[in-house]
Each structure stands twice: as structure tokens, then as C-alpha cells.
């Protein structure tokens, strides 16, 4: 999995320039966590939106007119914003940006193609991909099945079992299970005739972790 193919394209973008409180209204309007900064097509830097709210936040507890008067009319993006944050590029695997958002702790990063940003990678994708692949607002079946011995041998004597019950895949994943260090199978399908697969399970002697129905 490549990152330029699971990133938000053309993300919304700031101006380095804009007042923060202007910029507040923006992150309103967009409902978004982080921004990337970019002027004239120059990519920045990194904004969030938790970081405008804690100046504006500062500012009013401090009780200070002038530094409520200098977050209001001088305070600018490139006051607050990431300089030089920790990127993506736009041929890195998904793989390695999890590595890289675990490692630095960051929920958004900016994809760069070169000294250009094409697109941001986040939480949000992370979500929608793992969405897509458990066929999320499809109404699928599904089940997860341990995985013994040999894994692709496993994998392929269940998958024989199966299909001669009219098994269609459409999502096939294996997850590690943290606690006991053993693969799951996670399969989502359409079928009509879940009992007669999960018969063919039992007598099989697959253990079954679980099992989601079609919801009609």
C-alpha cells in the first residue's frame, strides 16, 4: 500500500500571514485538526488547531489588554505554526507512515512530492482505509478465524473448505493478535448460506474467533 494512493489530495491550506484569529474561523469553516501552511505554493509549515485555541486561550486568561489586543491584530500563522515538520513522501508505503507517526507521535502528516505538497495523510485516512477494507456500509458477512501451523498452507486449506459452500470474498486480511502472538484470518463476504460455512467450520476444527451477520 502507497501512501499517494490512500492520501487526501489537494488538502485545504493557510497562509502563513493571516491573523490567527482569522485563521480560527477558518479551521471552523473546514472542521479539520491541522493545516498545512503553504504560500504562493511553498510549502511551510504545520498548523493546529489546538494551538490557535491555546493562544486565544492564554491571551483571555492572562487578562492583559495588550495581549489580547496583540492576539487580535498582530498575532500572525507563522507566529504559532510547525516549521519544518516531519513529512511524508509521496512514494513512502502506508506501512512506513505508521512507523513514522508512531515514532514522532504525530496524527497528520503533509506528503511531499519533491519541494511540493500533494496531499496530507491523517487519522481520518487511516480510518477510511481500515473501513474500506472491512467493507464498511456494505452489509457484509464476516468472520475472523485463528491461523495455526504454516500460514499459507492454512490459509489455503480454508479457503478450499469453504468456497464449495458459494463463499464470495470480498475482503480477505490477516490481523496478529497482540496478546497471544497468533494471525487471525478476517474475511468479509456476500453469502447466503453463512450456516452451512460455519457447519464446515465445525467439522473442519478451524476455531472461530468470531462472527458478523448480513444486516438485512
Known amino acids: 500500500m502507497m501512501v499517494k ?41 504545520l498548523i493546529a488547531r489546538r494551538d490557535l485555541r491555546e493562544a486565544a486561550s492564554w491571551a483571555i486568561a492572562s487578562q492583559d489588554i495588550y495581549e489580547i489586543q496583540y492576539f487580535n491584530e498582530r498575532l500572525k500563522v507563522k507566529d504559532i505554526m510547525v516549521r519544518k515538520p516531519v513529512t511524508l513522501a509521496v512514494d513512502d508505503t502506508v506501512e512506513a507512515a505508521l512507523d513514522k507517526a508512531k515514532n514522532f507521535g504525530r496524527s497528520f502528516l503533509p506528503v511531499m512530492d519533491g519541494n511540493k505538497l500533494v496531499g496530507t495523510l491523517s487519522n481520518r485516512d487511516f480510518t477510511h482505509a481500515l473501513d474500506q477494507l472491512l467493507g464498511g456500509g456494505e452489509g ?16 489455503e486449506q480454508f479457503l478450499g473448505d469453504i468456497f464449495s459452500a458459494g463463499l464470495e470474498i470480498k475482503g480477505l486480511f490477516t490481523l496478529k493478535d497482540a496478546a497471544s502472538n497468533t494471525k487471525r484470518l478476517v474475511i468479509r463476504f456476500e453469502s447466503q448460506v453463512l450456516d452451512k460455512i460455519l457447519s464446515i467450520i465445525e467439522q473442519k476444527g478451524y476455531k472461530l474467533i468470531e462472527v458478523l451477520k448480513l444486516t438485512e
Do not use: Y
Request: proline share 5%.
Open 140 to 155: 457484509l458477512c464476516g468472520m475472523s478465524v485463528e491461523i495455526n501451523g504454516n500460514t499459507k498452507v492454512t490459509i
Open 5 to 45: 494512493n490512500w492520501m487526501t489530495k489537494h488538502p485545504e491550506t493557510i497562509s502563513s500571514d493571516i491573523l490567527a484569529r482569522e485563521a480560527m474561523h477558518v479551521f471552523e469553516e473546514n472542521q479539520v485538526p491541522f493545516m498545512p501552511v503553504v504560500d504562493g505554493g511553498q510549502f511551510r509549515g
